[in-house]
């Protein structure tokens, strides 16, 4: 069975740190990873994909780097609207399917 | 601007059947591949399926554990994407969000609010 793990569950960190989020897969996904951002009450927001391209808007303090099992992305000084949950996700082979993992959340320290 | 917008959800007793709906503006529907995802109430992401638009074939693939149960269909005339479930579980309770999808790329740009299923007695 194909896993996405990302690490930690939780962060908690202050405004104008730097977050540094996870995601391993279970076997190689080579640059296929993409990340989201899901704010309390909202639908998910395309932040990442192919690993370490930006989606259309997002602030360029977001970076997302890694290829084959290990991705990370980066958030390089956090502003308050940052804190929400992150997912990673992989659109693999088919028919495997899509997959995300199962959460950071990103919380106010 | 693109627009999507589910409708449909509420509340049904386990064995039952619900169809949701998108309704979509702002792209060319018929050229689109389009998904629906799930997250149950607390818990996180869950893709459902996607179906390919025609001119690529129109077919769809479901997450293993639900295929058989729901089944995606669009209407290219009225811009609008559907999901038939059946045989409604108490854990099929959660917010189903449809999803534009990006084609053979398969990230998902453009989501809607989102509607909420109950399954319960």
């Known amino acids: 069975e194909f896993v996405l793990t990302q690490s930690p569950a939780t962060l908690s960190l202050s405004p104008g740190e730097r977050a540094t989020l996870s995601c391993w897969a279970s076997?190689?996904?080579?640059?296929?990873l993409a990340w989201y951002q899901q704010k309390p009450g909202q639908a998910p927001r395309l932040l990442i994909y192919?690993?370490?391209n930006r989606a259309t808007g997002i602030p360029a303090r977001f970076s997302g780097s890694g290829s084959g099992t290990d991705f990370t992305l980066i958030i390089s000084s956090l502003e308050p609207e940052d804190f929400a949950v992150y997912y990673c996700q992989q659109r693999g082979n088919w028919p495997r399917g899509i997959t995300f993992g199962q959460g950071t959340r990103l919380e106010i320290k | 601007e693109v627009q999507l917008m589910e409708s449909g959800g509420g509340l049904v007793k386990p064995g039952g059947s619900l169809r949701l709906s998108c309704a979509t503006s702002?792209?060319?529907?018929?050229?689109?591949?389009m998904s629906w995802v799930r997250q149950a109430p607390g818990k996180g992401l869950e893709w459902v399926g996607r179906i390919k638009s025609k001119t690529d074939g129109g077919t769809t693939d479901y997450a293993a554990p639900l295929k058989g149960r729901f089944t995606i269909s669009r209407d290219d005339s009225k811009n609008t994407l559907y999901l038939q479930m059946n045989n409604l579980k108490t854990d099929d309770t959660a917010v189903y969000y449809c999803?534009?999808?990006?084609?053979?790329?398969?990230?998902?740009?453009?989501w809607g609010q989102g509607t909420l299923v109950t399954v319960s007695s």
């Open positions: 702002g792209f060319t529907f018929s050229n689109a591949w």
């Open positions: 076997q190689s996904v080579s640059s296929n």
């Open positions: 999803a534009t999808v990006l084609r053979f790329l398969e990230w998902l740009p453009d």
């Open positions: 192919d690993a370490s």
